[in-house]
């Protein structure tokens, strides 16, 4: 019976003695805020080790390196003033280059030329610890805004939109995060003159939808916005004539504007603003200028 009494014991001390000597072994919560931190700072240190060495390749090239993040380090291994630690390397799907990522493959380094995202001349972001690409959103880091800025959003594309062989740049800036107050301003320029210019709220795309959830209309927001720039908006106007549009009647291709505008074959782009409908653009030679050929 004693035997019975005392192996109840001997097993809640033992017990004791593994619980105790085990929280300096093992089983200790990881601050996950920390680590996460951490990455972002060597996510902008790294950046910064990218942005000179795609400075110092333009120095040399007159050009940025046309390639995406998958063959970027290989494009401009040699102008980097200190080498990539090894440790944010990976090789590529192909084994035949690396791309550079913080912590693990998934977290991966964006670059893209012509740029897509941001202000500067090339875009450049990490996809941040959660590992998913969010195109400068969620927990994406950029390399074009300070840590202790505000977040800027903007979108942008080259175009040539008045067919002289000089791209023209389509810019989509969101002046803030809040959906309910916030504006979209879309810009289009060259060399530094704005040559025209749009704004309306947010609001517009989800606010005729009172049932919709907060989730919902972020979500609604972000997919207008990424997908403003498809090459499906910008159409040949020289090609109207072929197009089988349900409003082609209100383009009325008989006036003067538009044949105009046929003949000299400019770029036509066409942008949704929400529940003020639909708008579609082009340079008009005799004026020297973008007008509105459509709206809906």
């Not at 001997?10 to 085990?22: D, R």
């Not at 910064?48 to 040399?60: P, S």
């Not at 880091?141 to 594309?157: G, L, M, S, V």
């Amino acid at each position: 019976m004693r035997f019975r009494f005392l192996w109840p014991a001997a097993a809640l001390f033992l017990f004791s003695v593994c619980a105790i000597g085990c929280r300096d072994v093992g089983f200790r919560e990881i601050d996950v805020s920390a680590k996460s931190r951490e990455s972002v700072l060597t996510a902008r240190d790294v950046m910064a080790q990218i942005q000179q060495g795609l400075h110092n390749f333009y120095e040399a090239k007159h050009h940025y390196p046309e390639t995406n993040e998958a063959h970027l380090y290989d494009s401009i291994r040699n102008y980097f003033p200190t080498q990539i630690d090894p440790i944010d390397l990976f090789r590529n799907d192909n084994g035949k280059g690396y791309f550079i990522a913080i912590g693990t493959r998934a977290e991966k380094i964006v670059y893209r030329y012509p740029p897509t995202i941001g202000i500067g001349d090339y875009t450049l972001y990490w996809v941040g610890p959660n590992g998913v690409d969010e195109e400068g959103e969620g927990d994406d880091i950029d390399a074009w805004q300070a840590a202790d800025t505000a977040r800027h959003f903007e979108r942008q594309r080259t175009a040539d939109m008045q067919n002289q062989n000089d791209p023209d740049r389509l810019r989509l800036i969101r002046t803030g995060p809040d959906i309910y107050r916030d504006s979209l301003i879309f810009e289009i320029t060259r060399r530094d003159t704005i040559r025209y210019r749009d704004a309306w709220p947010l609001s517009v795309y989800f606010k005729s939808r009172p049932e919709l959830t907060d989730d919902e209309r972020h979500e609604i927001v972000r997919t207008e916005l990424n997908r403003f720039f498809l090459p499906s908006a910008f159409v040949h106007t020289d090609s109207l004539a072929y197009q089988d549009w349900s409003h082609w009647q209100d383009v009325q291709p008989k006036s003067s504007a538009m044949v105009e505008l046929m003949r000299s074959g400019e770029l036509m782009f066409n942008y949704y603003v929400g529940d003020r409908g639909s708008k579609g653009i082009a340079w008009l030679p005799s004026k020297k200028g973008f007008v509105i050929v459509w709206k809906s």
